[in-house]
């Protein structure tokens, strides 16, 4: 397929994900008019990947035979990329499951048929394919979409969640212990990590518009380190993390270490260094959005 008119176009290539990402995007309308949708299986029914792509944007990781073949195919014939979201940046919920008894449980079955391989665990694209632009969050919001496309003068997201959030920190209230992330009701003025939650906003890059912050749900880094922790280890994240708490709160560091490290954030928090020793550089942080 080809664009149609003279209007700048992008693809949708979708690799193994949930398509929430796409579902954010389509949540947007300033990008109809001005740009030439080619190619996203979810609205338009066609498995033809285009030729001449200005803009390809990924989705979802790299987790079979399949989505390698089809993201080399895309790349090729794109004057651009951008990696977008969790999955397509660090392999996404897939990735955390990656077992070798998974695998044999799902290879076991011999009812299922035509089912490509799966790769011995689900890849974020860059090991594939150069990466010109990094969006990430879990999914990004619209307005982020439309920066990667449009590139506007006008957008200035904040440095850190916090310098969006607007909550007052206060120093004189340090929670003991860390509060659930549903199991307290939320004062709408007050820092998070004041009232106990293990919100991570401190050291989390913006742009998202503290869209989970202000209503009450703590941030749980979906959209990476900041740029002054983005091309470091991911040790390094976790450590601006604890030294946040440290100073705000009297949570012992035993019960700090085990929530950081359990299910509920190991999908984010180890976004963008936790590919570290398998020979991908560090992403630059001028790449990312």
């Known amino acids: 397929m080809e664009a149609t008119n003279s209007m700048p176009n992008f693809a949708v290539l979708q690799l193994s994900g949930c398509s929430g990402c796409e579902v954010s995007l389509l949540n947007s309308n300033e990008w109809v008019d001005k740009y030439d949708l080619l190619y996203m299986p979810l609205v338009i029914t066609t498995q033809k990947i285009p030729t001449e792509i200005e803009t390809l944007i990924i989705t979802g990781g790299v987790r079979n035979e399949e989505d390698e073949y089809n993201l080399r195919k895309a790349a090729a014939s794109a004057k651009r990329v951008v990696a977008v979201g969790t999955c397509a940046i660090s392999g996404g919920v897939a990735n955390l499951g990656d077992r070798d008894e998974v695998r044999q449980l799902f290879n076991q079955d011999l009812k299922r048929h035509n089912l490509p391989s799966l790769l011995p665990k689900c890849h974020p694209v860059d090991k594939f394919v150069e990466v010109d632009l990094y969006l990430p969050g879990c999914p990004p919001t619209p307005e982020l979409f439309m920066a990667a496309l449009t590139s506007p003068e006008d ?102 270490d085990a929530a950081l490290t359990s299910p509920q954030l190991s999908l984010f928090l180890f976004q963008f260094a936790d590919y570290e020793g398998e020979g991908i550089k560090p992403r630059n942080k001028n790449k990312v959005l």
């Open 155 to 256: 957008f200035n997201p904040g440095i850190i969640v916090c310098a969006e959030c607007g909550r007052k920190k206060l120093g004189d209230m340090k929670p003991k212990h860390l509060t659930g992330f549903q199991t307290a009701v939320d004062m709408p003025d007050i820092c998070l990590v004041n009232q106990g939650f293990l919100c991570v906003g401190t050291s989390t890059r913006g742009g998202c518009r503290a869209l989970c912050t202000i209503p009450g749900h703590p941030c749980v880094g979906c959209r990476g380190p900041s740029d002054l922790l983005i091309e470091k280890e991911s040790g390094v994240w976790l450590e601006s993390i604890k030294r946040t708490f440290g100073r705000m709160t009297e949570v012992p560091e035993e019960e700090l």
